[in-house]
């Protein structure tokens, strides 16, 4: 199951480096220089709003997972939160992006990253890809 389930992510990653590449020739993105694992914040304000957002996940999702495994709550719920805290995440970067930052075109970027990864995981949840909902 952990080889299926790193294969997807390596498949969606692929698919989004492609997706990636097309916009950037396609629309003439210059490539941004970026630390692997870097958080890469436009401005203060951006990076406040982000970790207030990162403290809401961790509390959220800890309330989840005790719901999810002492009282037994759907799986699915932890999953759509999952969903709703990524886009979120996406969209405040787009928009830092957009808005406040010397290369606006990044915010096309990073939406198309977001439907690539929202659409995945909705993918594997909706066709309970790993059997996790049986």
Known sequence: ???????????????????????????????EKKEFFSFDYVNERHEEIDKWLRW????LSAVIIYLVFIHEFPIILYLMLFIILMALD???????????????????LTISEMIVW?????????????????
């Open 118 to 134: 929202i659409s995945a995981v909705t993918f594997v949840i909706y066709f309970d890809v790993f059997n996790f909902l049986t």
């Open 1 to 31: 199951m952990w080889l299926e389930i790193g294969l997807v992510i390596l498949g969606i990653v692929a698919l989004n480096s492609l997706i990636n590449f097309a916009l950037r020739k396609l629309l003439k993105i210059d490539k």
């Open 90 to 108: 996406y969209f405040v970067r787009a928009y830092f992006q957009w808005k406040h930052s010397d290369q606006p075109k990044q915010a096309v």
């Open 56 to 59: 809401v996940w961790l509390l």
